[in-house]
């Protein structure tokens, strides 16, 4: 049972010594910085945690880091996992399950993705705002326990509205050039074609990744406040395309950690 697995996971990070975390977070690709700002109290390797996924080839082991930011305890997620890699939608989102099951009220969860918003640049913050998924699959697909949630979550905000206020002043505040947008996922792990991105742009979408949008379902289904950020690695734009560039990418995600790892503690510090 899911129920139970959930259970016994965080049985597992309570008796590490996590304290019970207000918040959660899930760190992107390059966007782990954020890890160094928080004082443990426990680090578990995943394969430490029963049921968490194990890992694939390609992905790189990741740990659960819980201890308090700024005062607040929290329980971050540092490495995540991708539908791209093979996983189940289920097992992408075991770990808010998780989070919420330790007592976690807010999941904050970040990543790196395509601009196709042609206000936007290099390195921005982009606070979702909305989000779409394209990635053909659902989390919440099958047998619904109602000790978990509804079996017709509404998603009429699926991002906390006075978190976004919050996130935005203080971007503010920090001079950290940040939006409100609209994200869609998509299942990756090839980048779009430029009809793709022409397409997504046109149904309303001002960035696309290959993630987050499971979690945000889950954190949903679960009652969790959500609150979700994107930086802006490549520029989208279908009609003056460029080529990927995976390192390129990498290079701006590193900035935009680096932003995030002072915009997120500022916005915990204030948060209630
Ligand atoms: N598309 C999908 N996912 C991404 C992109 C992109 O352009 N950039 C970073 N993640």
Request: with cysteine.
């Amino acid at each position: 049972m899911l129920y139970d697995d959930i259970q016994e996971a965080a049985g597992v990070i309570r008796a590490a010594g996590a304290p019970p975390p207000r918040a959660g977070l899930i760190l992107g690709t390059g966007l782990g910085g954020l890890a160094a700002e928080i004082e443990p109290a426990a680090v578990l390797p995943y394969e430490t945690i029963p049921h968490f996924p194990s890992s694939t080839v390609e992905s790189h082991a990741g740990r659960l880091i819980a201890g308090t930011l700024r005062g607040l305890p929290v329980a971050a997620m540092d490495g995540r996992f991708h539908f791209y890699e093979g996983y189940s939608m289920q097992q992408i989102t075991f770990p808010v399950r998780v989070m919420r099951a330790l007592g976690a009220e807010l999941l904050i969860v970040t990543n790196a993705a395509g601009g196709m918003n042609p206000h936007y640049r290099l390195g921005d913050v982009v606070v979702l705002d909305d989000q779409i998924n394209l990635m053909g699959d659902n989390p919440l697909r099958g047998i619904n326990d109602d000790r978990l949630g509804p079996r017709f979550p509404d998603m009429s905000e699926p991002f906390d509205r006075e978190s976004i206020e919050l996130a935005m002043d203080q971007a503010l505040a920090l001079a950290i050039p940040a939006h409100r947008g609209v994200f869609v996922a998509v299942a990756g792990p090839n980048l779009e074609t430029r009809a793709e991105y022409r397409m997504l742009r046109g149904m309303g979408a001002d960035v696309v990744g290959m993630s987050t949008v499971p979690e945000t379902i889950v954190a949903k289904h679960a009652g969790l406040r959500t609150l979700a950020f994107s930086i802006v690695t490549d520029i989208c734009l279908p009609d003056a395309l460029e080529p990927a560039n995976i390192d390129q990418i990498l290079k701006v995600a590193a900035i935009g950690g680096e932003r995030l790892a002072r915009l997120i503690p500022a916005l915990l510090e204030r948060w209630k």
